[in-house]
């Protein structure tokens, strides 16, 4: 199938899911992330889950790191340039949803983005060869390719993986785990 296809059932599988689906889900891809050898870094990247989007709820995940005394960052996106800000997470960072419901910080402590260890990603759908769709504007593509080239990419999705995506681009950064509550995809 390709992108827009994709994009479009996953958008209605979603949307189909309850509020109770979306945190046992979430809950149960937070637990998948334990087995996962990523703990030993310093900077993870995270996003905030967009409500209205029902996309996965990473307050636990923000826990687990929270409790491992991680360096937690969290971004501001640019709308007008497509790029994204990264901000360390700490206990005076104010948090604001923009015009589009994207929860982000209204300032903090800046981080580039060649300094981060891990990221995880949100996304609509995947492939069985780590090729991700999100919702189109390229922002986690222009971030990925920011980053040092060993940064783990982490995939979060309620769904398990497509088999393939038709219309990958040459610039789409692959993924290097898709955590789903079922289980853990590697590429």
């Not at 891809?29 to 996003?47: G, M, R, T």
């Not at 360096?71 to 206990?91: A, E, P, Q, R, V």
């Not at 402590?109 to 990221?119: F, L, R, T, Y």
């Not at 393939?164 to 993924?175: F, G, H, Q, T």
Request: negative net charge; glycine residues 4%.
């Amino acid at each position: 199938m390709t992108k827009s296809e994709l994009r479009k059932t996953y958008k209605t599988l979603r949307n189909n899911l309850s509020e109770n689906d979306i945190d046992e889900c979430s809950l149960a891809i937070a637990n998948q992330l334990l087995k996962l050898p990523i703990w030993e870094y310093v900077f993870y990247h995270i996003f905030l889950a967009i409500e209205e989007q029902k996309e996965v709820n990473t307050d636990y995940i923000l826990n687990i790191l929270s409790g491992k005394d991680k360096n937690i960052l969290i971004s501001k996106s640019d709308f007008d340039t497509g790029d994204m800000t990264h901000f360390l997470l700490t206990d005076s960072t104010v948090i604001k949803k923009n015009k589009y419901n994207i929860p982000e910080p209204i300032d903090g402590i800046e981080i580039s983005s060649d300094k981060i260890d891990v990221v995880f990603i949100p996304l609509l759908a995947f492939d069985k060869k780590g090729h991700r769709i999100g919702y189109g504007k390229g922002f986690y593509d222009r971030f990925l390719a920011g980053c040092k080239p060993k940064t783990i990419k982490i995939g979060l999705s309620f769904f398990e993986a497509e088999i393939e995506i038709s219309d990958v681009y040459e610039s789409d950064i692959k993924l290097d785990y898709c955590v789903t509550p079922e289980q853990v995809y590697r590429f």
